[in-house]
């Protein structure tokens, strides 16, 4: 004789993923978590562009893109030569933070020390090979000095592996909390 059906047992009672902006599954807290390290990411990744800098005749593209595009956009005021480098900073640290927030929402938790650094040089592809010549804001590749394309590349591994390393930690301190 078969054993009786078990009897089914009640779904238990869970949130659903946006009740709370922190739920790791949660679009809009992956984004959130995202920015956040993107931008803590941008300055390891910033000094080894102004470490790499006496290696090449030019600025740190992120500082000459904010002067060019100041220039170009005429609802942003052209920044001094005294506020360049501040204005350049929270640009770049912005767009770190945008870049880490799309990094956090669309690539899997999986081999993030691999993926992020990628990422990272996918964005500089497209940025300084990409949309910033195409809008003047930055010599092409074959026009620039290949010194800084070279400190660009490896400041954006760092930014990748600093992005990693951010949702690394934060991903143990959600589980281990």
Do not use: C, N
């Not at 949660?26 to 006496?54: E, F, K, L």
């Not at 593209?61 to 942003?76: A, N």
């Not at 930055?138 to 070279?150: A, G, H, K, L």
Request: glycine share 10%; aromatic share 6%.
């Amino acid at each position: 004789m078969p054993p009786p059906p078990a009897e089914p047992r009640a779904a238990e009672p869970s949130a659903p993923p946006s009740a709370s902006p922190w739920h790791p599954r949660s679009i809009v807290a992956r984004a959130m978590r995202g920015a956040a390290v993107g931008a803590i990411a941008t300055v390891p990744m910033t000094a080894v562009q102004m470490i790499g800098r006496p290696m090449h005749r030019r600025r740190p593209p992120f500082e000459e893109v904010t002067q060019r595009l100041g220039k170009r956009l005429p609802f942003v005021p052209t920044p001094r030569r005294r506020t360049l480098g501040i204005a350049s900073a929270v640009a770049h640290v912005g767009f770190g933070a945008g870049a880490g927030a799309v990094y956090a929402v669309l690539a899997p938790a999986r081999l993030r020390f691999v993926s992020a650094p990628a990422y990272a040089l996918a964005v500089d592809a497209a940025s300084y090979g990409g949309w910033a010549p195409r809008l003047r804001l930055m010599p092409s590749p074959s026009r620039d000095e290949t010194s800084r394309q070279v400190v660009t590349a490896v400041a954006h591994v760092v930014y990748g592996a600093g992005l990693a390393a951010g949702l690394e930690a934060l991903d143990r301190r959600g589980r281990a909390g």
